[in-house]
């Protein structure tokens, strides 16, 4: 792969977004289990754009599910923001971010020719998994914040 300019500084703005919203959750945060949680939907969003970017998620960019897949991102945007980065309200947007995706993986199956069923089978696993971790330990976070 042969790398130019354009595509350094997309990783570099990428890597600083991660950087970003990793700093923002953790100056909110309250215990380990709120920065772990935090971390782990930032690397997650990390690397759905970065796989989105540099192959497309399910078969070429030009899939519509591909396409598709900013909901996911503006999920996790909106539901940060309205909750302010708070544990009980960033375990309800993990969970919507996670619903969102397997609703993309549903359509995906719906729209995908049968060479792509593992691809976006594996694909809406693999994050749904990340994004319902991340609602478990934001709900630990929570849990711990009560008890405080």
């Given at each position: 792969?042969?790398w130019?300019?354009t595509?350094?500084?997309i990783?570099?703005?990428?890597?600083?977004s991660?950087?970003l919203?990793?700093?923002?959750i953790?100056?909110?945060a309250?215990?380990?289990w709120?920065?772990?949680?935090g971390?782990l939907?930032?690397?997650?969003?990390?690397v759905l754009v970065?796989?989105?970017?540099?192959v497309?998620?399910?078969?070429?960019?030009?899939h519509?599910?591909n396409?598709?897949m900013?909901?996911?991102?503006a999920a996790g945007?909106?539901?940060?923001?309205?909750?302010?980065?708070?544990?009980s309200?960033m375990?309800?947007t993990?969970?919507?971010?996670?619903?969102t995706?397997?609703?993309?993986?549903?359509?995906g199956?719906i729209?995908?020719?049968?060479?792509?069923?593992?691809?976006v089978?594996?694909?809406?696993t693999?994050f749904?998994?990340?994004?319902?971790?991340?609602?478990?330990?934001?709900h630990l976070?929570y849990?711990?914040?009560?008890r405080?």
């Amino acid at each position: 792969m042969n790398w130019d300019t354009t595509d350094y500084v997309i990783a570099t703005a990428l890597f600083a977004s991660c950087a970003l919203v990793t700093w923002l959750i953790t100056r909110n945060a309250r215990s380990h289990w709120h920065i772990l949680a935090g971390t782990l939907a930032a690397l997650g969003a990390l690397v759905l754009v970065w796989m989105q970017l540099a192959v497309g998620l399910i078969g070429s960019g030009e899939h519509p599910i591909n396409q598709a897949m900013t909901l996911v991102l503006a999920a996790g945007a909106i539901g940060s923001a309205l909750s302010r980065f708070r544990a009980s309200g960033m375990r309800t947007t993990m969970l919507a971010v996670a619903g969102t995706q397997m609703t993309l993986g549903a359509l995906g199956f719906i729209l995908a020719t049968p060479d792509l069923f593992s691809d976006v089978f594996l694909v809406t696993t693999f994050f749904a998994e990340i994004w319902t971790g991340s609602a478990f330990l934001f709900h630990l976070a929570y849990r711990r914040e009560q008890r405080a």
